[in-house]
């Protein structure tokens, strides 16, 4: 016999759809706003009954306890990108009146990713932020109810949240054409985790070198390891063929720079290496780094902007996305 087709649980989109409103305006209704007509509530509440939809456990308890804070998701609170994009969200929510909770999103498993949101829901923030750098951050935006305003910074833009894009395939593509610029015949990769969804910093790279009718050598990887990143270097320093080395992050970068002077190679004269995001001491490093400036503190603010936007009665547009285009920084490393 045929198995029975699973009956879907109807969605806070499913309740709108059928009433003809926006998730937004269903939201508020859930959450007693009088912001909304009497038109508007009659059918919603039509659409909730004939749909029989029941609001999670963690989105009633939303309804009835919402807190002036704002809770930002993160894998990683050490890394250079998370930490001065937290500070901008800090800095703007203290000037708003908002408090700030930060929850670090386990990377081991599914499960603890879970909890985490989950831990952060049960302060009842107003508003969420997340900081989707990593698969780990990815995964983390689908276990968020869909009535809790959030915005999510990274990555790749879904229609059904406010996003914020840091442009990474653009800046991925342009330091890879600066380096064939300079002569290298192609340009080698150690990418970071996850590199910030499909149109990400590693298929900018790929992308370069396909428009020059070049091959795709193998891409390597160290995670987030500045020590692993300087085995790796060393081990660069005895091929001949890796002339141009594009790194996932300055960190990465240093590491591979320190490996490969270890063994005697030249930097630039030997090997161009490039990095990303302008880390404090790219600058200073010898040689200096050539990057890729990304204003991840601009990103924080305009993030609790986007996030309070959300929450004013009577907003029914749809999300908010919006580009931050980085800068090219040109060292003595390439």
Partial sequence: MPKEPTKRTPTIKDVAALAGTSVSTVSRY?????????????????????????????????????????????????????????QGIEDRAREL????????????????????????????PCGIIVLKYDDTAIKAVTYIP???????????????????????YQAGLRLTEYLLRTGAPTVHHVSVPGA?????????????LRNRGLDIPESFTVGWSPDKARD??????????????????????????????????????????????????????????????QDFRRA????????????DDGRDTGPDSITLTGELIVRQSA
């Fill in 30 to 86: 859930l959450n007693h706003s009088s912001h909304i007509s009497e038109e508007a509530s009659a059918s919603i509440a039509k659409a909730i009954a004939l749909l029989e939809y029941r609001p999670s456990g963690i989105a009633r308890g939303l309804v009835t306890a919402s807190t002036k804070s704002i809770a930002v998701l993160s894998s990683n609170t050490t890394l250079l990108g998370s930490a001065v994009t937290i």
């Fill in 97 to 124: 009146g908002y408090a700030v909770t930060i929850s670090k999103l386990d990377e081991e498993s599914t499960e603890s990713g879970k909890a985490a949101v989950c831990m952060a829901l049960d302060q009842h």
């Fill in 146 to 168: 869909e009535s809790m305003p959030c915005v999510v910074i990274g990555g790749d833009f879904d229609p059904y949240h406010a996003h914020i894009s840091l442009d990474e």
């Fill in 196 to 208: 910030g969804g499909g149109r990400n910093r590693s298929s900018g790279w790929r992308a370069a």
């Fill in 232 to 293: 790796l270097g060393r081990q660069f320093a005895h091929r001949p063929d890796i002339t141009a080395i594009f790194a996932g992050n300055d960190e990465i970068a240093m590491g591979l720079m320190s490996g490969l002077m270890d063994e005697g190679r030249r930097i630039p004269g030997d090997v161009r290496v490039v990095g990303f995001d302008d880390h404090p001491l790219s600058a200073i490093w010898r040689p200096a780094l050539t990057t890729y400036r």
């Fill in 300 to 311: 924080g603010i305009t993030s609790v902007d986007m996030l309070l936007r959300q929450l």
